[in-house]
Nanobody, 122 residues
Framework: QVQLAESGGGLVQAGGSLSLSCAASGRTFSTYAIAWFRQAPGKEREFVVRISWRDSITDYADSVKGRVTISRDNAKNTVYLQMNRLKPEDTAVYYC???????????????WGQGTQVTVSS
């Protein structure tokens, strides 16, 4: 069982930066891949980035590649998402999710946080 809690969302101007955190509880956290998804109003949940559990291999959606960096600290049970050069279209609720998967599909992730709002003003 893994419980996740996101933090760090907020309001930022276009071109600015935000850092999100995903804190996990559960002794098996380090054996799960962690992904960030986002969901804007009226849109489907969208994959942003994932990091594997074993060797921290990362996958980025094209929409954020070069602007977003994911990292994890298994000793602290925390995954970080650094977002730079934010755009208004990055506005969404951001969720972290844990799963034993390499998938980009939300349904393949077993555990989810409650989400944190990111709003980018133009």
């Amino acid at each position: 069982q893994v419980q996740l809690a996101e933090s760090g969302g907020g309001l930022v101007q276009a071109g600015g930066s935000l850092s999100l955190s995903c804190a996990a509880s559960g002794r098996t956290f380090s054996t799960y891949a962690i992904a960030w998804f986002r969901q804007a109003p009226g849109k489907e949940r969208e994959f942003v980035v994932r990091i594997s559990w074993r060797d921290s291999i990362t996958d980025y959606a094209d929409s954020v590649k070069g602007r977003v960096t994911i990292s994890r600290d298994n000793a602290k049970n925390t995954v970080y998402l650094q977002m730079n050069r934010l755009k208004p279209e990055d506005t969404a609720v951001y969720y972290c999710a844990a799963g034993r998967t390499t998938s980009w599909v939300p349904e393949n992730y077993a555990y989810w946080g409650q989400g944190t709002q990111v709003t980018v003003s133009s």
